[in-house]
Nanobody
Framework: QVHLVESGGGLVQPGGSLRLSCVASGSNINLYHMGWYRQPPGKQRELVARLTSIDNTYYSDSVKGRFTISADNAKNTVYLQMNSLKSEDTAVYYC?????????WGQGARVTVSS
């Protein structure tokens, strides 16, 4: 079973950038579809980005062109580079590993976009 730990959240001004990291242990990220979800205050959790297969990615319309998901297999780590951040990007961001109908989650990283 994979264990996920996120880092890199924080407070950033509108227009700024942050990079979230998700370090996996217990299993290799190559065995999973890795992704990032977020849960804005008072709203449901939503999919932001996912690595669907080798060199294939999915992005929600709200982040397309601003966010980039990537993976470093040697470090067993997945990243989410977030640029041109907006106030509506404020949320708790969760790393997710999905395989055979099972979801595994990290503890979450809070991102606050505010001036």
């Amino acid at each position: 079973q994979v264990h996920l730990v996120e880092s890199g959240g924080g407070l950033v001004q509108p227009g700024g950038s942050l990079r979230l990291s998700c370090v996996a242990s217990g299993s290799n990220i190559n065995l999973y579809h890795m992704g990032w979800y977020r849960q804005p205050p008072g709203k449901q959790r939503e999919l932001v980005a996912r690595l669907t297969s080798i060199d294939n990615t999915y992005y929600s319309d709200s982040v397309k062109g601003r966010f980039t998901i990537s993976a470093d297999n040697a470090k067993n780590t997945v990243y989410l580079q977030m640029n041109s951040l907006k106030s509506e990007d404020t949320a708790v961001y969760y790393c997710n590993a999905f395989r055979f109908g099972d979801h595994y989650w990290g503890q979450g990283a809070r991102v606050t976009v505010s001036s």
